[in-house]
DNA sequence: TTGCCTCGAGATCA
DNA sequence: CTCGAGGCAA
């Protein structure tokens, strides 16, 4: 690490000099400073190699903030003295982003991989390209770049929207202040944050000589890091940035290749590890190669990530709800260790599934410690035949939940018996029942079974829905055993006098718990239905719900029948639906509800136009003059649908350059109208 | 599921 | 100052 250190008498006599000699304004001098400490920045962290030492860098950097406070209408955000940090941060403000931030489809074996494969080379027919990368293990970040200087540095969040980190950010010092080269207007870059080996076993030897607790691992660390308050903090903190893609209007490169290559010439750090591939080969020798040469890196990665090169193709991809489908992570082998069954216990959920849980001799997995596996079901125990003083195999894979993967049977003790599944709810002691064709048992006890009714309203509170800020599952917890809440309406009954006599809640939680439970008054009525916590009526499903009934009163009357003409919207949902809302209870807390003023009625844009009604689209081929999102929307706003194939349900198609084998199919099924871009924007004119 | 950071509450000590 | 809840990230 490089020590900022320097002695105030040497950067006075420099002052006197640059002045003296050189006849230059403070402003000139600031000017050419920031940019020779910008450049041996850029040669020390960005490409480890530095031209000065760093004596000569501290002095410099002295000299400017020196210059900076007496002239503070001088001083940049960007300065390269705010590396050092010192702003403090109260809380961070949310952020949206401007470009959605997808997650990666997951693959586990070479099986899927190639499954993969063969499903991207179906729908895009020539020339396919890969970009295969190493998947580094840190946090995702997205940094905002106007005309080429560090706006915005924001976490990924649920990747709508995030944590401005911006004052935390800028004391990374892989990440340019200031971009090199021409900079577009506008652009957001996306890469990874990551803690060195060596700057996590540093911290490590600093805390302990400081008498702290050591770190578990370095990925933890680098995410909690970025999340302190005192930027000065931060900046102790060893941190890299590793950059994969930007986004932005206009942007001079047309694949994830020369997106990296751009990435690079503009001052990121972007490791020259990532490789171009043609065939399946190439692919896998790359994956190969990076299990074996992952252990010598100086971080850690956990997978490998395979792009499609093109941008073009890329588009013909497009994205499934969650992940783009012209991308997927490749993650290696998990970690596994062995360790002792203790004891099973019994979790009862919200809707009232009993999930077995493996409670486990603590043990070392991957740098967490492991006490806890979900066994799922009772036939993941049966499979398994897992039994009590087992000697079990724990898996850490990519889903980060630890998992039983195998019974070790020359160490089972002699008279281990097999598990019976257990018939009454723990909680309540109710006979457990098993619907037919489901693996789970529920608890039929809806009404008087504690943890589903907490469960509930935990559910309710809970970020995806109503979002209440400072009141957690233990909160709840407290409320239901004082006897304040038992169903999600009594939240908007409780006063401060109910509350304050509560342990653990003084003034000011309790002023934040009432102010979170008005706020939610607030939310969009979507989330207040995903809140109430309808089996099958998830995030998606609600919002569909909304789209098609948009107040719950038109949503209340619906039959199934009418709930299945929605598009996504089967008979499991609709039953379940309709079955809700048949209950006297559920449909008096709805009242309530809407007496206390939550939203229960959509707002939605209104269609600019029906000239679309009945139609169905499909894009293909590169498009110029508008991007597909752009087309979703223009579609939708016309009353016009997207479909996602080529079949008879499709009516219009619309291609642009170097369309391939949708247009062909197209062609064959002769009922499809074929468009170009320019007639289509005729289409809606 | 676990680890890290932050905050409020309550204990401890001056 | 220490503890535990809460939020967040993977």
Same mark, same amino acid.
């Given at each position: ?30 000017? $050419? ?8 920045n ?29 002239y503070?209408?001088?001083?940049d ?76 540095g924001?976490?990924?969040g ?8 911006t ?14 080269g ?16 060596e ?30 308050q ?33 990435? /690079? ?21 790359f994956?190969?190669h990076?299990?074996?040469? /992952? ?8 997978? $490998? ?5 093109p ?20 993650k ?23 999930t ?31 039994? $009590? ?98 169903? $999600? ?27 979170g ?17 309808? /089996? ?59 007496k ?66 949708k ?5 064959e ?5 074929i ?11």
């Amino acid at each position: 690490m490089k020590t900022h250190h320097g002695s105030n008498k040497i950067k006075r006599n420099l002052l006197t000099c640059a002045f003296n000699c050189s006849f230059m304004t403070p402003e000139e001098r600031i000017k $050419i400073l920031t940019q020779e400490l910008q450049e041996h920045n850029y040669n020390y962290y960005v490409l480890d190699n530095p031209t000065i030492s760093d004596y000569e860098f501290d002095m410099k950097l002295k000299e400017l903030q020196a210059l900076e406070e007496k002239y503070p209408q001088l001083a940049d955000a960007n300065s390269p003295t705010r590396r050092v940090g010192g702003d403090v941060t109260k809380n961070f403000p949310t952020i949206q982003h401007t470009y959605r931030m997808y997650s990666l489809v997951n693959s586990y074996s070479r099986e899927e991989l190639v499954e993969w494969i063969e499903r991207v080379e179906k729908s895009v027919d020539e020339n396919l390209e890969y970009v295969c990368e190493l998947k580094f293990d840190g946090a995702s970040i997205s940094l905002k770049y106007i005309n080429g200087q560090l706006a915005e540095g924001v976490t990924r969040g649920d990747g709508y929207q995030g944590d401005d980190i911006t004052t935390n950010v800028r004391t990374i010092r892989s990440i340019p202040l200031k971009l090199r080269g021409d900079a577009p207007e506008e652009m957001y870059v996306r890469g990874e944050i990551i803690l060195p080996l060596e700057g996590f076993q540093q911290i490590n030897a600093e805390r302990e000589e400081l008498g702290l607790e050591p770190f578990m691992n370095p990925r933890n660390t680098a995410s909690g890091s970025l999340k302190m308050q005192d930027s000065a903090e931060v900046a102790k903190r060893p941190l890299q940035a590793f950059m994969y893609a930007v986004q932005g209007k206009d942007l001079p490169f047309e694949s994830q290749w020369e997106m990296l290559a751009f990435c /690079r010439n503009a001052g990121f750090k972007v490791p020259d590890s990532a490789k171009l591939c043609k065939t399946q080969k190439e692919i896998f020798d790359f994956i190969e190669h990076w299990d074996k040469g /992952r252990l010598n890196l100086p971080y850690e990665i956990d997978g $490998i990530v395979i792009k499609v090169n093109p941008f073009y193709q890329q588009n013909e991809l497009g994205y499934t709800a969650k992940a783009p489908r012209w991308a997927i992570a490749y993650k290696f082998k998990a970690e596994q260790a062995q360790t002792k069954l203790n004891e099973i216990t019994y979790q009862v959920g919200r809707t009232g599934a009993v999930t077995p849980v493996a409670n486990l001799e603590p043990v070392l997995l991957a740098g967490t410690t492991v006490k806890r596996a979900s066994l799922h079901n009772a036939d993941i125990i049966a499979q398994l035949d897992v039994r $009590i003083g087992d000697t079990v195999m724990v898996e850490k894979g990519g889903e980060i939940i630890p998992k039983i993967v195998d019974v070790n049977l020359d160490l089972r003790p002699k008279d281990a018996e097999k598990v019976e599944f257990i018939k009454h709810c723990p909680e309540c002691n109710t006979a457990l029942v098993r619907h037919e064709g489901e693996s789970a048992y529920y608890c039929p006890n809806e009404d008087g079974c504690p943890p589903q009714i907490k469960g509930r309203i935990e559910h309710f509170i809970s970020r995806k829905a109503m979002d209440m800020d400072s009141i957690g599952a233990e909160t709840i917890a407290q409320f239901y055993e004082a006897g304040l809440v038992n169903k $999600i309406s009594d939240l908007y009954d409780l006063r401060q006098e109910d509350l304050l006599p509560l342990e653990r809640l003084g003034e000011k939680s309790v002023q934040n718990i009432l102010e979170g439970i008005e706020a939610s008054k607030q939310n969009p009525f979507h989330k207040v239905l995903y809140g109430l916590g309808i /089996r099958y009526v998830g995030e998606t499903v609600a919002k569909k719900l909304v789209r098609a009934f948009p107040n719950i009163h038109l949503l209340m009357q619906a039959t199934e029948e009418e709930l299945e003409s929605v598009d996504a919207i089967g008979g499991r949902i609709a039953n379940s639906v309709t079955e809700y809302f048949a209950k006297e209870e559920h449909r008096e807390m709805i009242a309530k509800l809407e007496k206390e003023g939550l939203q229960f009625e959509a707002e939605f844009e209104e269609n600019i136009s029906e000239v679309l009604n009945g139609e169905t689209f499909l894009f293909t081929g590169k498009l110029s003059e508008f991007t597909r999102e752009e087309a979703k929307e223009m579609v939708e706003k016309n009353g016009g649908k997207i479909v996602s194939s080529v079949t008879k349900n499709l009516k219009n198609l619309v291609v642009g350059e170097n369309a391939g084998s949708k247009l062909k199919k197209a062609n064959e099924l002769g009922t499809v109208k074929i468009l170009t871009e320019k007639e289509f924007l005729a289409l809606i004119k």
